[in-house]
């Protein structure tokens, strides 16, 4: 029992040093395109409260930055490394009202984050072709590749799980600005009404609801399975062992 438990904690730092500068960047990326696509509609909260900034400090947020995922990360490593592992940053502030649209600019800056999340899975799998030539051709950055390359497959499974939980809608998530706009107004109403229970119905869902959020990030997961899939052949030996 003391060499299993060693060796989990050995795999759960190794992996917390792997996923933690991925997650970050990407949090971080999500909350920056967030502010900025406000910028653009003419909003100038997010950018005059510094958030428009790469700083880690001024987005990390202590239980969705950093507990959630240690928490979530944990329980992975304990179910074999079938679980989940979910994050984010401190929300950046903006003010529709100073939208030049308002409908139109609530759903493009709600929209942003997960479009960069995006992005930055599709970079990560590029990446990984691009390294996989780069440490073939050059064997003595075989092993320092393989690590990135460890990250970059993590870049993808974060992010696609982030597209698709920022997606839920419910409030105060990305998909939820979506969603009312698609609902009569009396409903859409009710439904922002709702969004002061929002976050209760999140910490629900993460204790109690697994089926359900495993069947909501089914097609992420889809997504990470056929690209992970489609870079394997560009994927160098000493990757794999990263990923165990």
């Not at 997010?46 to 880690?56: I, K």
């Not at 507990?67 to 079938?82: D, K, V, Y």
């Not at 992010?159 to 107004?185: Q, T, W």
Request: charged share 15%.
């Amino acid at each position: 029992m003391p060499a299993d438990l060693a060796r989990l904690r050995l795999q759960t730092l190794q992996t917390i040093l792997l996923v933690a500068p991925v997650l970050l960047f990407s949090v971080i990326a999500h909350e920056i395109a967030h502010g900025y696509a406000a910028l653009r509609q003419g909003d100038r909260t997010a950018l005059e409260a510094g958030r428009l900034s790469w700083n880690p400090a001024k987005h990390i947020d202590p239980f969705f930055t950093i507990l959630l995922p240690l928490i979530m990360l944990t329980g992975s490593l304990l179910a074999g490394g079938r679980g989940i592992v979910l994050g984010g940053a401190k929300p950046v502030p903006v003010d529709p009202r100073n939208y030049r649209n308002i409908r139109r600019g609530d759903i493009i800056v709600s929209l942003a984050g997960v479009a960069t999340n995006f992005v930055i899975a599709i970079g990560c799998a590029v990446l990984i072709v691009l390294t996989g030539f780069i440490g073939r051709a050059a064997q003595p950055l075989e092993i320092t590749l393989g690590i990135v390359q460890a990250m970059l497959v993590f870049g993808i499974q974060i992010n696609a799980v982030l597209i698709a939980f920022n997606l839920l809608p419910i409030p105060p998530l990305d998909g939820s600005h979506v969603a009312k706009y698609l609902m009569p107004r009396p409903l859409a109403i009710r439904y922002v009404q709702f969004g002061r229970y929002g976050i209760l119905v999140l910490v629900l869902l993460l204790s109690f609801g697994e089926k359900l959020l495993e069947a909501w990030l089914y097609p992420a997961l889809l997504f990470v399975d056929r690209t992970v899939a489609l870079v394997s052949p560009f994927v160098l030996a000493t990757t794999t062992q990263w990923l165990r």
